[in-house]
């Protein structure tokens, strides 16, 4: 029998304060709700600026530990109030002077599952993120959530296909990347890299980017979020390159049977040959 998961990521524009971008995210869980859905992701960073296009230490004030801070906590009682599965892409602290970007993710009935450090950690003009963050240390978990088993890859990380495929070795089925990417930079990547990952691992990917132009430079987020099935093929329409959207899609699991039963790429892996990819 098929299992249809109804997923939701949600792109947005920078607000200009931390509250008010807080509950524009509350209201989105509630929408999500409304319209059935059972599992959503944010953008990463969600509830600030994308800060990154500038070196500041003021900025460290918006990490908190994780899932002792309130913001964790704000969302764990909104995900057990509405029984919705949530993936919260944050800024760390583990101590201070430690931090990394990170994604919680909180199961339908509030309980904190765990989290994912991102791996991948760029250094380039409008993402100057070493100054921000260590490079994660989580390994590559996928959490058993209400809604089956579901993994999380942050930005920059999707052009690395290492943890794509540990995922998948995992038993990830959905894979949601959390991004804040620019038009400029890394359009031409934003619809080839996800889908040809949904392929070769064979699994949903949820692609979620912000949009907008924010004061602190000229990085243009062009959202175009969207979800992809292990054939490469859209689930319905790409969101707006402009414009704030609830991205709600219905995703038919049974189509991950159909696509590995047809292509045994996990059978015809050869391990023992990849042993110089790990060489520095």
Aim: with cysteine; glycine share 8%; hydrophobic share 40%.
């Amino acid at each position: 029998m098929s299992r249809v998961i109804r997923a939701a990521v949600f792109q947005t524009a920078w607000t200009g304060d931390k509250e008010s971008m807080i509950q524009v995210h509350e209201q989105a869980v509630r929408d999500a709700a409304a319209q059935g859905a059972q599992v959503l992701c944010f953008q990463e960073l969600f509830y600030g600026p994308y800060f990154c296009q500038v070196q500041d230490p003021a900025f460290y004030e918006y990490a908190e530990q994780i899932p002792e801070g309130p913001i964790v906590r704000r969302f764990q009682a909104l995900a057990k109030e509405l029984g919705i599965v949530l993936v919260l892409p944050m800024y760390e602290e583990e101590q201070p002077g430690v931090l990394y970007n990170t994604a919680a993710v909180i199961d339908a009935d509030g309980s904190y599952l765990g989290k994912y450090r991102k791996t991948h950690i760029p250094q380039v003009r409008g993402f100057w993120e070493k100054f921000y963050f260590r490079p994660g240390n989580s390994g590559w978990p996928v959490f058993d959530t209400a809604v089956g088993k579901v993994g999380v890859y942050i930005c920059y990380d999707r052009h690395f296909p290492e943890g794509w495929r540990a995922l998948g070795l995992a038993g990830a089925e959905l894979v949601f990347n959390p991004s804040a990417t620019s038009r400029g930079l890394s359009a031409y990547l934003w619809q080839l890299e996800q889908p040809a990952a949904a392929v070769a691992n064979e699994y949903f990917v949820g692609a979620i980017n912000r949009v907008g132009v924010e004061e602190y430079g000229d990085n243009d987020f062009y959202g175009t979020s969207y979800f992809v099935d292990p054939e490469a093929q859209f689930v319905g329409e790409v969101a707006s390159d402009k414009e704030t959207e609830l991205v709600v899609r219905d995703l038919d699991m049974a189509k991950l049977r159909e696509v590995r039963d047809r292509w045994q790429f996990y059978r015809d892996r050869a391990p023992g040959a990849y042993g110089p990819l790990t060489t520095p």
